[in-house]
């Protein structure tokens, strides 16, 4: 889990909205999306593995993804999070 303190100052890389844990619904949409193939990065690389933490743009429409407890916030690491 990522501390309070540093998720209140982490922000968009592109937009520079906050951002928020993803709650486990959203990761779940999103983790169904990955095990049907076809889920790219914003850079465009193919997103193949399942995430089980991830920070999610105050819009709801990217999430940046927290992989052995470091959130990875490039912009083309943001994954497109459909009806977002």
Do not use: W
Request: proline share 5%; hydrophobic share 45%.
């Amino acid at each position: 889990m990522i501390d309070q303190d540093l998720l209140s100052i982490l922000a968009c890389p592109a937009t520079h909205q906050p951002l928020a844990v993803a709650n486990a619904e959203a990761l779940a949409a999103l983790n169904a999306r990955i095990s049907a193939g076809g889920v790219k990065n914003v850079g465009g690389k193919d997103v193949t593995e399942a995430l089980t933490e991830g920070l999610l743009r105050e819009d709801g429409k990217v999430l940046y993804p927290i992989r052995d407890g470091i959130p990875f916030l490039l912009a083309e690491e943001g994954i497109e999070v459909a009806g977002g």
